[in-house]
């Protein structure tokens, strides 16, 4: 096996967990491998918006960026971007990782971020050349193979003969290339995916430019498209409704974060429009922050909170959304108006948990997670040496990915110690 | 004047830089034109050998001088020589200066682009020319350290550190080691896993068991700190290196209703734990043979623990045949693993959820407890009388950290925890180095959090004491003794409990976070943060370019705001005012009301103070000092006839870079309003 690269730990997934548990297992001295499957470090928790008001709100976004800061310079962690694991095996208690990394198209040396390729792309709509708004040392820009019409035909070089002559970053004909990695224990990081907002139809997403997702609104608030630049209003009559994705048969879970992100953002929004009448409509108000009782004191100082889950939405003649419900105080139905509906969608496995599960020999959850050993031992799995970190294993914020990440890299290092 | 030492400076050009409009060559001569100075120019994309050959070919000096790499987005593009640099050359950090050139690009004017360059690289060599090399250095210190609690995290954190070698005091409140698992009966015997490590504990050889034991005292700091405890037997004074604090939560009574009715069928949550443990003492409380029961839940919704604690005892009764269960909860606290899974099974076998408002009302009739409350699926005034009414309780911080906190100088929140509600401490850290908070110390949270925790204080303790050898920075905070006239207003501020006293103040160099909020406060200005001195500062402020306009100075904190700057520059490619000046902090506590008035005598148009938002500075308070010394200086500059609003202080996060550029926008506006009148 000697042209296996040899690391103490391979950690699949490179979000707010990820990342954290290789910076702690190269602090404990050893050599790691954080491989991510999209081009871009920082997962989910990287796109989340500061949702300061007056004060920090404690969502712990912003505790991504000096992390991101520190992987890209700790030399004993090595970075393996757009890869994926394709087999894993093990002989002796050493994991060997066989991965695949898409071809690395664009030259991160030699480009300059003009942005000419994304414009320029026939199939930009469907994704093929995906954009990251964080960036630390590569390129804003990256080529999905999995989209672009040059890999799924041939039939398409615009982005290549686009790329200004005195960059030439672009090369279509780079390879894919297979890694195969040793490890003595394998981290699985790989984090969630949103629930679905259109999992719930009657509240007409995709059908309504004005209903749109949590995670949507997080993005918009973060790269100052419309809602938080000056250009554009923010909508004065605002609905956040709760649960979408969370606590029914299909998702028979608590995702924890939708209050906390909710009533944050809420805050944030009339904070900044000052004017705005926010209602949430919600099945139960959990516990957000350390401080909770003072939080939701001031919270709902505030923002109006309605507890009930709209019957169903329709446009009105003027444009805005009415949304139907049943009043807890008079037991009757009403309507009321708002301009945007925000589904506070929850937090779903991710896509290939059951794939991934059958290669690591792992165990799902019914609703579809990583299965951890027990509920005191959330870092191990049933497997010695194959540990979980963050929401692979289910709902958690931040603070708590964190927090479980340091465990799992102390845990995992003792592990590969007594290997 | 403005480069004070000799400096190699490496000028790093792949196709980009010439892509981006900058003329290299250009550039590349005049910084051969700047005094004291030598160039290399250099493409990061040759092989690394070559790399290496030219390096050392260049650098024949070795690692003596101070050497500026100038690059586009050197991070992503010359991380390579970045690396041979410091790992093959040796280049001590403090002496390699990065700078990234992007800021000057996208100027519609080339002379702009290459004037802005220049600048750049100018103020880089000035600052850079002036900074010294902070060496490290080993310090030995106690490898004994204190944990003070009895729950589970204080248990594991104790068995953890005795097994890497440090000998450790296990004090806690009680005469015996009696941690509880959260949201579980107190009845329920422990997990074999749980037993065992109570059991390691007890038997550890490098453990020394304290009960009873009260902390009276704490002097010292991160490494040495002095630890008086007083025990039934004695008074104890202990060195040790770090401390952990996990004391157990305590229940509490809940809000259910002001005072618990004193009746047989009333009762707390323990004591329904209690009775079912032993029935047979019981009486005929639990119900005789099929006589039917009716049994209500009141409150437990103060957390998910507190609704996990009622459903495992609920699920007893519902096991029964002719037994009723009611649970009375305002909001269905299920934010936690299983529970909401729970709280489904729990209502499909027949407990009934009665989600109100606000609680019922209790009174006593016909010796049963009574409820009444409006139904609001019912739409109507409903009365239930109940054989046995159960009381919830809440998880809440321990008695016994109400005087920690004082005796430590821990900044608490939220109520009666040990750690500051600040993202920044997160997981384990509190405002004293040294000491640190696991599980229920910080909040009421689950055991398998705990106990990662417990991990993760463990780890810092590592990393702090490195089992008796800890290596510090030396000389990152430099008294001036013949300065210091020991008016301990650092001792004062210090938000990191770093300073002490002898005939002068003293700075541990373990405890200190270099933030300088000491500095800039210290009246007789005897406190120096190496490679932020005052002196950079003000050769910086003094070589503006006054070609450039209009002269903004920035002053950026370099947890929030200089990352925020830094991705405004790269990701939205943003044009600052050419004039644009930024200068890192390493907190805004580091701003001196000296620096924001000497910034408009060297001729600056306007000040931007950037730091935290409130709550979120990494010294707890550096963003405080930074606001309030703005205000101050904006008295003075209204005084000495300049417009204070040329002066603004804003907070803002790493990840918001359009709130930077916000508040660059803001003072260039007003600049042109200004300039329009």
């Not at chain 1, 496995?349 to 020999?361: E, H, I, R, T």
Request: with cysteine; hydrophobic share 45%; charged share 20%.
């Amino acid at each position: 096996m000697e042209d296996y690269n040899k690391f103490s730990a391979v950690i699949l997934g490179g979000g707010i967990a990820g990342i954290t548990a290789a910076l702690e297992l190269a602090r404990l001295g050893h050599d790691v491998a954080l491989v991510e499957k999209t081009p871009f470090f920082g997962g989910r928790a990287a796109q989340l918006c500061c949702k300061a008001t007056d004060a920090c709100q404690k969502c712990g976004a912003c505790l991504v960026e000096g992390r991101l800061t520190a992987l890209f310079q700790e030399p004993r962690i090595s970075l393996y971007a757009q890869t994926e694991l394709l087999e894993s095996s093990r002989t002796n208690g050493f994991f060997q990782l066989r991965l695949k990394q898409q071809p690395r198209v664009i030259n991160p040396e030699r480009c300059v971020d003009c942005g000419l390729c994304q414009d320029e792309c026939p199939a930009a709509a469907q994704g093929a050349i995906i954009t990251t708004g964080v960036t630390r040392n590569h390129p804003r820009y990256a080529v999905n193979p999995a989209a672009c019409l040059f890999f799924l035909d041939g039939s398409c070089r615009v982005c290549q003969q686009i790329c200004p002559p005195t960059a030439r970053a672009i090369d279509l004909d780079q390879q894919e290339e297979i890694i195969d990695l040793e490890a003595g224990a394998v981290i699985v990081a790989t984090g969630y995916r949103p629930a679905d907002p259109a999992c719930r139809p009657h509240y007409g997403y995709g059908r309504h430019p004005q209903v749109i997702s949590g995670a949507e609104l997080e993005e918009r608030l973060r790269y100052g498209q419309g809602l938080a630049g000056s250009d554009e209003e923010i909508p004065r009559r605002v609905a956040f409704i709760q649960c979408v994705g969370s606590r029914d048969k299909e998702h028979a879970y608590c995702s924890q974060v939708c209050c906390a992100y909710t009533l944050r953002l809420a805050r944030l929004l009339k904070h900044r429009q000052p004017e705005a009448e926010i209602t949430t409509f919600y099945m139960d108000l959990q516990n957000i922050g350390r401080d909770a009782p003072r939080f939701q004191r001031e919270a709902l100082r505030e923002i109006k909170v309605v507890r009930a889950l709209p019957g169903d939405l329709r446009a009105t003649a003027d444009g805005s959304l009415r949304l139907r419900y049943l009043q807890e105080e008079s037991a009757a139905a009403v309507e009321a108006d708002f301009d945007l509906v925000v589904l506070s969608v929850g937090i779903g496995p991710g896509p290939d948990n059951a794939a991934l599960a059958s290669l690591l020999q792992a165990e799902l959850t019914p609703a579809g997670f990583f299965q951890a050993a027990s509920r005191e031992q959330p870092s191990q799995t049933s497997r010695p040496g194959l540990f979980l970190a963050g929401t692979a294993s289910g709902p958690r914020d931040i603070a708590g990915c964190i927090t479980q990440a340091l465990a799992t890299a102390r845990q995992a290092s003792q592990y590969v110690k007594e290997l | 004047m403005s480069i004070a030492r000799d400096l190699d400076i490496i000028l790093a050009h792949g196709p980009e830089l010439s892509a981006s409009g900058i003329d290299y060559y250009k550039l590349g001569l005049w910084a051969a034109g700047l005094p004291k100075t030598r160039i290399l120019a250099l493409n990061p994309a040759l092989p690394r050998e070559e790399l290496a050959r030219r390096l050392r070919a260049f650098l024949y000096h070795g690692p003596k001088h101070r050497v500026l790499l100038a690059a586009l987005e050197p991070q992503r593009r010359a991380l390579n020589i970045i690396r041979l640099l410091l790992d093959e050359i040796g280049i001590n950090p403090e002496f390699l200066g990065v700078l990234d050139l992007q800021e000057a690009l996208g100027y519609l004017d080339p002379k702009t682009c290459s004037l802005k360059a220049e600048t750049l690289i100018r103020m880089a060599a000035i600052m850079l020319t002036r900074a010294e090399p902070i060496a490290t250095q080993e310090l030995t210190v106690p490898s004994r350290v204190l944990v003070y609690g009895d729950s589970f995290a204080a248990i594991k954190s104790a068995v953890d550190l005795a097994d890497q070698e440090y000998s450790v005091l296990l004090g806690f409140p009680g005469p015996t080691l009696h941690p509880l698992v959260p949201g579980v009966a107190l009845t329920q015997a422990l997990g074999e896993e749980l037993r065992q490590l109570a059991a390691q504990a007890q038997a550890h050889p490098a453990i020394r068991l304290l009960p009873q034991a009260r902390i009276l005292a704490v002097e010292g700091s991160a490494g040495n700190f002095q630890v008086r405890l007083k025990t039934p037997e004695e008074v104890l004074e202990e060195q040790v290196g770090a401390m952990i604090l996990a004391p157990e939560l305590e229940l509490r009574p809940g809000d259910a209703i002001g005072a618990p009715a004193s009746h047989p069928r009333v009762l707390t949550q323990t004591r329904l734990e209690e009775i079912l443990a032993a029935p047979e003492e019981a009486g005929d409380l639990l119900g005789t043979g099929d006589a039917p029961l009716q049994v209500a839940f009141l409150g437990p919704d103060s957390h998910p623990l507190a609704l996990r604690r009622a459903l495992e005892t609920a699920k007893k009764f519902l096991s029964r045949d002719n037994c009723q269960v009611l649970l009375f909860i305002r909001d269905a606290k299920v934010g936690a693993p299983g529970l909401e899974a729970d709280l489904e099974e729990a209502a499909s076998s027949g407990l009934i959820v009665v989600k109100l408002p606000g609680l019922p009302a209790l009174s006593l009739e016909n010796d049963r407890p009574r409820l009444r409350f409006f139904d609001p699926v019912m739409h109507q005034e409903e009365s239930l009388a109940c054989d046995l009414l159960v009381l919830a309780e809440v998880y809440g911080p321990g008695a016994a950290n109400a005087g920690l906190i004082g005796i430590l100088n821990l900044w608490p929140s939220p109520p009666g925890f040990l750690q500051g509600d600040n993202v920044r401490n997160l997981p384990v850290i509190t405002n004293r180095r040294g000491i640190y908070v696991a599980g229920p110390a910080r909040a009421a949270m689950e055991l398998d959090q705990a106990l990662a925790e417990a991990d993760a204080a463990v780890s810092e303790v590592h990393q702090l004491l490195g089992r008796g050898r800890a290596t510090a920075p030396q000389g990152r905070a430099v008294i001036d003794r013949g300065r210091c006239v020991l008016c301990l207003t650092c001792q004062r501020l210090c938000p990191h409990g770093a300073v002490s006293w002898d005939n002068r103040a003293i700075i541990n160099e373990l405890a200190c976070q270099g933030c300088g909020i000491c500095a800039s406060q210290c009246p007789n200005e005897a406190i120096q943060i190496r490679n932020f001195t005052d002196d950079q500062v003000a050769a910086a402020m003094e070589n503006l370019d006054p070609r450039l306009t209009p002269k903004i100075i920035a002053f950026l904190c370099q947890n929030s705001a200089w990352e925020a700057y830094l991705a405004a520059v790269k990701m939205h490619q943003a044009v600052l005012p050419p004039g644009f000046t930024p200068l890192r902090m390493p907190c805004a506590g580091k701003i001196d009301i000296d620096y924001l008035l000497k910034a408009f005598t060297h001729g600056a148009d306007a000040v931007l103070v950037l730091g935290c938002h409130p709550d979120n500075c990494r010294s707890q308070q550096g963003n405080a000092h930074a606001l309030f010394r703005v205000e101050r200086a904006q008295v003075m500059l209204e005084e000495a006839g300049v417009d204070p609003r040329r002066l603004v202080f804003r907070t803002l996060a790493a990840n918001a870079p359009q709130d930077f550029l916000a508040a660059v926008r803001h003072l260039a506006d007003l600049l042109e309003g200004l300039k329009a009148a």
